[in-house]
């Protein structure tokens, strides 16, 4: 069973930086996309950024210059590297892995996000 392993949220002040990551475990052949996303509480989850598995990167205009994806597809995992936070960015963080073994897509569990100000 595919299993998505996140970690590196936390409380952090305005303009400090996390890094979360995101491991794919299981019986893994091959992952199209990998995406992060985050849910605010009473608003939609949105985009915040994917990769795909040829390294093309698609970004949320909100954070744009401040958050960079990337991968390591040896070890199907999945970082987001999030530079001057803004309170704006709290929220819960959940790691996406699209393509998995071809047609299948799965969720982490989430990981929280708290920017003070």
């Known amino acids: 069973q595919v299993q998505l392993v996140e970690s590196g949220g936390g409380l952090v002040q305005a303009g400090g930086s996390l890094r979360l990551t995101c491991a794919a475990t299981g019986k893994i052949f091959s992952i199209n996309a990998m995406g992060w996303y985050r849910q605010a509480p009473g608003k939609q989850r949105e985009l915040v950024a994917s990769?795909?598995?040829?390294?093309?990167?698609n970004y949320a205009d909100s954070v744009k210059d401040r958050f960079t994806i990337s991968r390591a597809n040896a070890k199907n995992t999945v970082y987001l590297q999030m530079n001057s936070l803004k309170p704006e960015d709290t929220a819960v963080y959940y790691c996406?892995?699209?393509?998995?073994?071809?047609?299948?897509?799965?969720w982490g569990q989430g990981t929280q996000v708290t920017v003070s100000s």
């Open positions: 996406n892995a699209d393509g998995v073994n071809y047609y299948s897509n799965y």
């Open positions: 990769i795909s598995s040829g390294d093309r990167t």
